[in-house]
């Protein structure tokens, strides 16, 4: 299989596959399950990867609101999201930029 990245995938660090068609996800061949906000988030991450993304922006773009101030929400997503990831053995790929936000290097 080519590694090169193609319209339908985005390649993140540690191994980190994204097809977007097939809405899969996976860690050096290995399938991680994600659920569709997860997914989201994920994506967001690697499409402006090297960029933080704060908390308001991605409820904005994935569950269509502000925090207003309730973050929880966004965090316990993220949380989620970076313990399957590190399961999978991807390490710790989503770096939390305190009070600022969140971002794939």
């Not at 990245?5 to 860690?27: A, N, W, Y």
């Not at 704060?54 to 949380?79: C, M, Q």
Request: charged share 25%.
């Amino acid at each position: 299989p080519s590694s090169l990245p193609t319209d339908d995938q985005l390649l993140g660090p540690q191994g980190i596959v994204m097809r977007l068609r097939s809405h899969s996800v996976t860690v050096a061949n290995e399938d991680v399950p994600l659920t569709p906000k997860e997914f989201a988030v994920l994506r967001l991450l690697l499409e402006r990867r090297g960029e933080v993304i704060n908390p308001d922006e991605l409820s904005r773009k994935i569950w269509g609101y502000e925090t207003f101030g309730s973050r929880n929400f966004v965090e316990a997503h993220v949380s989620r999201l970076r313990s399957k990831l590190t399961r999978a053995g991807a390490g710790d790929v989503i770096t939390t930029m305190r009070g600022v936000g969140y971002m794939v290097r």
